[in-house]
């Protein structure tokens, strides 16, 4: 089992720039693959990046390729989401995902469903 805490939302106006974290505890975080999702009123929960144990790899959703970027840190169990040149589409509740990975998966996973653990989400807003 592991907890995610998600940090680092807020409010903030176009073109500007946030950085989200999550920390994990409770078990070896370099054995889960890593992803963010988010989630506006009245739509469904869509990936917006992905990242192997290891850090090796990374995926991205079309609209935030280029803005955003993933990146994680196993020493202090922390993943990262980058967000640069926000738009106010990119508002919405962002949460972060861990899935459980033996050392060899280098696999991308962007459905939720592929994903065992979830952080509570943090709000972010981005003004026109």
């Known amino acids: 089992q592991v907890q995610l805490v998600e940090s680092g939302g807020g409010l903030v106006q176009a073109g500007g720039s946030l950085r989200l974290s999550c920390v994990a505890s409770?078990?070896?975080?370099?054995?889960?693959?890593m992803g963010w999702f988010r989630q506006a009123p009245g739509k469904e929960r869509e990936f917006v990046a992905s990242i192997t144990w290891s850090g090796g790899h990374t995926y991205y959703r079309v609209s935030v390729k280029g803005r955003f970027t993933i990146s994680r840190d196993n020493a202090k169990n922390t993943v990262y989401l980058q967000m640069n040149s926000l738009k106010p589409e990119d508002t919405a509740v962002y949460y972060c995902?861990?899935?459980?990975?033996?050392?060899?998966?280098?696999?991308?996973?962007?459905?939720?469903?592929?994903?065992?653990?979830w952080g509570q989400g943090t709000q972010v807003t981005v003004s026109s």
């Open positions: 995902a861990a899935r459980e990975v033996p050392a060899t998966d280098l696999s991308i996973a962007s459905s939720a469903n592929d994903y065992d653990y």
């Open positions: 409770g078990r070896t975080f370099s054995s889960y693959a």
